[in-house]
């Protein structure tokens, strides 16, 4: 059984948007029974949960006695137990893998860039450094839907790299103007979150905030 970390609570606009999630969905659409370590903000600070995440961050997991830490390797490792995620030809593997990593390292970088703003409200850099963070995200987001071009996901088949990169699309939640302005994306990141797996994923996140 995998054991994956979770925080007890989250101020409201992060719940859905934990990074859990992601392991979370992974499981769902892998077919693999999960439980959680709900954490609170205290505990990521104990040794004993240093031992799973050196950075105190969420998630972890553990599965088979080995544990892990960083959302895209838990989903790689997920993946390597279910076709849904991982095609089995060496081509369709290392599209999905590459995917998975732009979404992480490609995406989410310029996504988390415009994002962290938020937690500088009112700072007097923000307004200086606002426009050119925007546009590096507008960048970003033209050149995935130009790969995107008129398909379902970003290969033949619903991968690794869809789940990834629907969970950074996500980021953008609360800044709709982004995707309204690339309809495919905003398309493509609707049909990824339709799927029967993440609503289930996304409701157990937001339930376990929910348990006392
Ligand atoms: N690169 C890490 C990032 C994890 C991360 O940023 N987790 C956030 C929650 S979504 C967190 O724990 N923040 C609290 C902290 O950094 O102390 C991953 O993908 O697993």
């Not at 992601?22 to 439980?35: F, M, Q």
């Not at 860039?113 to 009112?122: R, V």
């Not at 700072?123 to 507008?138: G, I, K, M, T, Y």
């Not at 996901?153 to 990169?165: A, H, I, N, S």
Request: hydrophobic share 45%.
């Amino acid at each position: 059984m995998i054991t994956l970390s979770a925080f007890k609570w989250v101020p409201d606009f992060a719940r859905g948007q934990v990074r859990d999630l992601r392991v979370r969905w992974a499981c769902e659409e892998a077919g693999l029974p999960y439980k959680t370590w709900r954490i609170g903000f205290d505990d990521k600070e104990t040794a004993a949960y240093r031992a799973w995440q050196p950075f105190g961050q969420v998630p972890a997991m553990e599965a088979d006695g080995i544990v892990m830490f960083e959302s895209g390797a838990m989903v790689l490792q997920i993946g390597e137990r279910s076709e849904v995620l991982l095609p089995g030809d060496p081509k369709g593997r290392a599209r999905a893998i590459s995917w998975l990593f732009c979404a992480l390292n490609t995406i989410e970088v310029a996504v988390q860039g415009y994002g962290d703003l938020f937690f500088h409200k009112g700072e007097d850099w923000v307004a200086a450094r606002r426009p050119q963070l925007v546009e590096n995200v507008q960048k970003r987001l033209k050149q995935l839907a130009t790969a995107l071009g008129d398909k379902d996901y970003l290969e033949e088949q619903f991968t690794v790299g869809d789940l990834m990169m629907a969970t950074v699309l996500r980021i953008l939640n609360d800044d709709p103007e982004f995707l309204d302005a690339e309809p495919a994306l905003k398309a493509y990141k609707a049909r990824c979150e339709a799927r029967p797996a993440f609503q289930k994923a996304l409701k157990a996140q937001l339930d376990d905030f929910e348990v006392r």
